[in-house]
């Protein structure tokens, strides 16, 4: 466990670094102007961080954590026989909880605004999907590669959740509709020969 007062240095880093967003693009954002905010010293930063890249790094990895943590959760509480859309929706509902309780970081993972926040987003969310395909593949036969079912189910439904929130759709109406979509999906057989729904 580390020290209480590293655990407050970087909490005070990565909150700066999500109050900074509001107003700068993540490449402009200069490691002076981010120690300034957090009330931090270069020295102490660097003695955390080679650089802020590896500050972002670390924030979606301590969210990865959370919602693994809260995937196999809702695993064990709701799909304990292993079914293949509730393992996909209970998957779903872990990234749109940490979406959602994370969103004044996640709202600014926009494409054009920050390419580099965007893309290591997608990145994490794609390859815990594809683990999680790849898991399902040891037990049924997928008619598409893990690689491109990752891909189909995790730009389909950002590409969802992000229209709905353009129409201004609640975030608990998204919820639900986003889950209804991707059962739907699951059970018209599309991903797998046969299906223990």
Do not use: W
């Not at 700066?16 to 120690?35: G, R, Y």
């Not at 390419?115 to 598409?144: C, G, N, W």
């Amino acid at each position: 466990m580390e020290d209480k007062r590293i655990v407050k240095t970087k909490r005070s880093l990565k909150k700066a670094l999500t109050d900074m967003l509001e107003k700068e693009d993540f490449e402009h954002i200069s490691i002076t102007e981010l120690c300034r905010k957090a009330e931090v010293s270069r020295i102490t930063f660097y003695s955390h961080y080679s650089d802020k890249y590896a500050l972002v790094d670390e924030i979606f990895n301590d969210m990865l954590k959370i919602g693994t943590e809260d995937y196999y959760r809702r695993q064990e509480k709701n799909n304990p026989s292993g079914r293949l859309t509730a393992g996909y929706v209970n998957m779903l509902d872990s990234i749109l909880q940490v979406y959602y309780d994370q969103f004044d970081f996640f709202q600014h993972t926009d494409p054009e605004k920050n390419p580099y926040l965007a893309s290591r987003m997608y990145s994490i969310i794609l390859d815990t999907v594809e683990m999680h395909t790849l898991h399902i593949r040891k037990r049924l036969r997928l008619k598409y590669s893990p690689k491109k079912i990752a891909g189909f189910v995790c730009f389909g439904m950002f590409g969802f959740v992000n229209e709905a929130h353009n129409e201004k759709v609640p975030q608990e109406q998204i919820n639900k509709e986003a889950r209804n979509l991707l059962t739907d999906l699951l059970r018209s057989g599309v991903l797998a020969e046969s299906e223990t729904l």
